[in-house]
């Protein structure tokens, strides 16, 4: 149980993928807490997977996953949503419904049976809806909002979770340049400040380069944690041409 205590997350030995297809194996990671930690790899090299797989969406091939030290196989739904928050990229399934009706769900592991948001809720969800910057949005249905103030809601609701492990995948993928460097410079402060593991997948080297404590690469059914210089070699392999990993 030792390396369960490593970090918010700590993965020993664990292979993901679907069914009888093996995405990667022999995945160890330990994240502690107040960490930004950004998993980079080319496309279909299993970061989704990876992250679906420690959100519980679907279940490790082989062996174990600790969340803030609790093996993951043991927790109930509702441990899982009092110690993780996710962000995907597809939509959210509830269209019409109001941009802060969308980050009050973020309540809902706290609300009970009937849903109903106490004064401490309303001001938790303001204050993540503030934080990420769509306060001028909370009134707005769902569905009329762009990709990138699509993003920045799902964004507050998980904040608005309050939970010490936030998942992210590609959270800066609808956002313009000033929008991607302001989201990852907040990521950061709420890993900092907030003593939080934020873990994120993202194609956006440079800002991984520039804001994370911690760099995972993963590609040729492997996982390993990167330096910045390697990262940095990366980036200019790819710039160059040369395709070579990390």
């Known amino acids: ?35 930004l930690a950004c998993l980079v790899g080319e496309n279909g090299v299993g970061k989704s997977t990876l992250l679906k797989t420690i ?9 174990k996953l600790y969340l803030q030290g609790r093996e993951a196989a ?54 993540a809806i503030q934080l990420v910057g769509i306060s001028q949005l909370g009134g707005r249905t769902v569905s009329t909002l762009s990709d990138g103030e ?41 890993a900092t400040e907030m003593h939080k593991v934020v873990l994120l997948s993202t194609h956006d080297l440079e800002l991984a380069l520039q804001f994370a404590d911690t760099l995972f690469y993963i590609g040729d059914g492997s996982l390993r944690e990167i330096s910045k210089a390697e ?5 200019v392999n790819i710039t160059q041409g040369s395709g070579k990993g990390a």
């Not at 941009?99 to 948001?117: D, H, I």
Request: proline content about 5%; aromatic content about 6%.
């Open 231 to 235: 990262l940095s070699d990366y980036i």
């Open 55 to 63: 959100a519980g969406f679907q279940k490790p091939l082989s062996g």
């Open 1 to 35: 149980m030792g390396y369960a205590a490593d970090g918010l997350i700590a993965i020993h030995d664990m292979a993901i993928g679907y069914g009888r297809k093996v995405v990667a194996r022999g995945l160890h990671v330990s994240v502690p807490a107040g960490r």
């Open 150 to 190: 699509r993003q920045k809601a799902m964004i507050a609701r998980a904040m608005a979770q309050q939970t010490p492990i936030i998942l992210l995948d590609e959270p800066t993928a609808f956002l313009d340049y000033p929008g991607k460097v302001e989201m990852m410079r907040l990521l950061r402060r709420m």
């Open 74 to 127: 043991g927790l109930t739904h509702e441990d899982h949503s009092r110690l993780l928050s996710v962000v995907l990229t597809q939509k959210p399934e509830v269209q019409n419904i109001t941009v802060r009706e969308l980050v009050g769900l973020g309540r809902s592991p706290y609300t009970g049976f009937w849903g109903s948001l106490t004064d401490a809720d309303k001001a938790i969800v303001d204050e």
